[in-house]
C-alpha cells in the first residue's frame, strides 16, 4: 500500500479478513471495509467471487484522481444481492449518493428472487447487469 500523497491500490478477496491491511496478500473482505480507506486517485482491485453486500462509497475523488473500484485483471467480481433485502429504488446494492469523481469497472450486479418465488418468477427476477466502465463526476 502506498501512504501519503501516493495513490494506493486496495485488494478485497472472498477469503479476505477486513483486519487484514488490504494489500495483495492480505486482502480485506469487504467491499465496504476497503471503500472506508479509500483516498481520492485511489484503486479498489476485487478478486474473482462474490460479494454478498451493499456497496455504498462515503468518499469522492478529485478531479484527476477518481476513486476506481474494479475487478481484478482477468477476474470477474460480482456485486451479489441474493441473500440482500433490496427494496425500491433507495436500497439499490450500488448506492452512489453524493459522490463525485468515482469510476466502476468490470464488476458484475447480481440480483435474484427471494428463495420462496416460484421458479417461473425466480427466472424472470433474476438479472445480471455488467458494469463495464461507469464514471460519476461534477
Known amino acids: 500500500l502506498a501512504c501519503g500523497a501516493a495513490s494506493a491500490?486496495?485488494?478485497?478477496?472472498?477469503?479476505g479478513n477486513d483486519a487484514n491491511n488490504g494489500s495483495k496478500?492480505?486482502?480485506?473482505?469487504?467491499?465496504?471495509?476497503?471503500?472506508?480507506r479509500v483516498n481520492p486517485g485511489d484503486?479498489?482491485?476485487l478478486r474473482e467471487g462474490s460479494?454478498?453486500?451493499?456497496?455504498?462509497p462515503t468518499r469522492s475523488g478529485k478531479p484527476g484522481k477518481m476513486i476506481t473500484l474494479k475487478?481484478?485483471?482477468?477476474?470477474?467480481?460480482?456485486i451479489d444481492g441474493s441473500d440482500l433485502y433490496v427494496k425500491g429504488w433507495g436500497n439499490a446494492l450500488v448506492q452512489v449518493n453524493n459522490i463525485d469523481y468515482m469510476?466502476?469497472?468490470?464488476?458484475?450486479?447480481?440480483?435474484?428472487?427471494?428463495?420462496h418465488?416460484?421458479?417461473?418468477?425466480?427466472r424472470k427476477l433474476m438479472s445480471e447487469q455488467k458494469l463495464?466502465?461507469?464514471?460519476?463526476w461534477l
Open 117 to 122: 418465488a416460484n421458479k417461473l418468477n425466480r
Open 71 to 78: 475487478s481484478y485483471p482477468g477476474e470477474i467480481a460480482k
Open 51 to 56: 460479494y454478498g453486500e451493499f456497496v455504498v
Open 103 to 115: 469510476q466502476f469497472e468490470n464488476l458484475h450486479q447480481w440480483a435474484e428472487a427471494a428463495p
Open 25 to 36: 496478500r492480505k486482502p480485506l473482505k469487504t467491499i465496504a471495509a476497503a471503500l472506508q
Open 9 to 15: 491500490h486496495w485488494y478485497v478477496a472472498p477469503t
Open 43 to 45: 484503486t479498489v482491485f
Open 132 to 136: 463495464f466502465l461507469i464514471s460519476i
